[in-house]
Each structure stands twice: as C-alpha cells, then as structure tokens.
C-alpha cells in the first residue's frame, strides 16, 4: 500500500485480535478512503470492542459503511474495515468528520463497488510522484478549473488508455478515469480528448465506453494467425495465479462455512451435554428417594401387620372373659344385705 500523509491517527484504544500491524493497516486503509473522498477534516477515528456482526469475511484492505448501526449521528458515521486477513482482522470503528463533509465521505464509498472501498493498486492506482490528487466526489468534478491545451493523442496512446479502462469494468467512476489518465501522461488531457473524441462517455459521476471506443480497441488488437506466439511464461503463471486464486477462494470459504457450522454445532453438543448431565442426575436422585420410600413404605406395612395382630389377640382375650358376672352380683348383694344389718345394730 502507498503511504499517504496521515489525516487520522493510531487510537488509544485497540481491540486484542488486531493489535499492532493489522491495526495500523486499518488506520491506512482508512486515511486513504478519507484522500480519495477529498476530507480535509478535522477528523477523529476510534475503533470499536464490539464484535457482534464480524461474521461475513471481508476482502483485505477493505472499508464499508454501516447504515443500521444506531450510533450514526451527522457528524459521525460507523464503518467495518478489514485489515490484510480478510477472516481475523475485522473490526467495528467509527469516523467523526464535520457534517458538511459526512454526506461527501459516504457517497464515495457507496459510489465503490458493492459499496465496499478496497484499497489496492488495481483499484486504486499509484500516481506518479509529485502529482496532485484529484479530490473524488460524486457531486462535483474532478477536472481541474483551468485545463492546459491538450496535445495531440494518436490511436495507439489512446486505445492503450481505453485499454486501462476497460481492465477496470464495464463502468467505473470519473475519479478513476481521470486516476488512471494522470497515471498514464501525467495529466488529464487525455481523459478530456477521449471524452470530446467520443470513445467514452459519462453519466453523473459514471464513464463507461462508448462503441467507438470498443471498435478503436477491436481495430487495433494484434489479428490472431498462425504464427502468433503463444502465451509467455509470464502470461501463464499469471493464469494459473488468478485460477489458483479463485479455488482458494472458493475453498476457503467453503472451508469458513464448515468451521463455522462445527463451531455452533460444537456449541449446542456442550449445551446438549450439561442437560444431559443434569437430568441424569436429577434421574439418579428421584431413583434413590423412590428405594428409600420403597423401604419405608415395606416398613410401615410389617408395622401395620404386627399391630394388627396385637389388637385380635386382645380382642380374642377379652371375648374369652366374657361378660357375665354372677357371683360379682351376688357378692355385692350380700355385702349390702350385711351393711343394712351392721347399721341397723349400731342404731340400737
């Protein structure tokens, strides 16, 4: 990455998982979205320790905006950036700018795209040295006010710059053409001529080419014959560098997925476990309290049967005494009839 004089600074405050170089790779990617985007500032930026959302790998260098945070005020604007490991160095952070120039910062990175500002030498080319900046905005041009005579262009010159263009996508920003027609000639009377010439075309802030400037790069591409030599060995290593590329890509994040289907699927296992654990215990608990009532309950019963026992053998003992008392009747008759006599003599 190109290093450009710093409008923000290192916080204080870093987050653990990209201490040190990530950090500072952030930091860059950053103050070169706030150059491009032509914020002069004052400018403050903080990063965030929360981690909620850091799920979907981001690409390296990388810088997006997040619309549904609840902390984007008017003059601040919260953002996710990715240092070099788009999988471990992602980070929540926020940018406070004055509010005149928020609205200018996020209509460049909307203006990236998916939205998704990647600095990088394709996409953002490296201007010779000693050359201005052009300050990118949507809402303004990047022409300068007063535009020097432009010289002459053949065709070679210019399809070698539609050529440019064209490596970049179908449609690219202005900022970007004229990027690449400074890094071309080192100035953007090229840009101009091709606009003027009508090899390309601009909407808004959008250039694209127009079917001149695909016939200019159709009639001047080298005709395909037998004796045109075959791809170098540059050439070839660089195919096989974008193919191996892409299946890495593609492995790795199917390789994502999967570690991240593990990681939940080995999370609900832990949580299935302790359930487990706890109502094998609670089993083993209710199992030992039942044998216990289960004695008690065989206990009581040889009680019961034992008392039972007791109350007919007593029943039987008193049904063998029986009732009647005769000589208890006639005991007390005569002891009154002897009582009446005895008293009777006192008397006298």
Known sequence: MQTHPLLLTLPDTIPSWIAGKPAKAILEVVNTACQYAGITGPAQFR??????GLVHRMPPHSLVIRHAAPYNRPNLIALTACGKDGSNHRVHCTLTLPEDQRPTFERFIQSQDQGCFVLNTFRNPVLPPGLPLPAPSVAKSVEPTVVPPAPEFDDDALAIYLSSLQELGAHITQDTA???AIRSTGALNIYRHALDAGLIYRIGS??????????????????????????????RL??????????????????????????????????AREAYQSEELNATTLQSRLQKLQQDLNSAQCKVTGARRHVLDLEEQARALGTDTPDLIQAERTLKEAETAYQQLIAL
């Open 47 to 52: 990063f965030l320790l929360e981690t909620k």
């Open 238 to 271: 660089k195919a096989d560098l974008i193919a191996a590329r892409s299946r890495f890509t593609e492995a790795k994040a199917t390789h994502d997925a999967r570690a991240q289907a593990l990681t939940t699927l080995t999370h609900q296992l832990t949580q």
């Open 206 to 235: 959008t250039v694209s080419l127009t079917p001149g400037g695909h016939s200019l790069l159709k009639r001047l591409a080298p005709a395909d014959d037998a004796t045109k030599p075959g791809p170098s060995e540059f050439d």
């Open 178 to 180: 004229s990027i690449i």
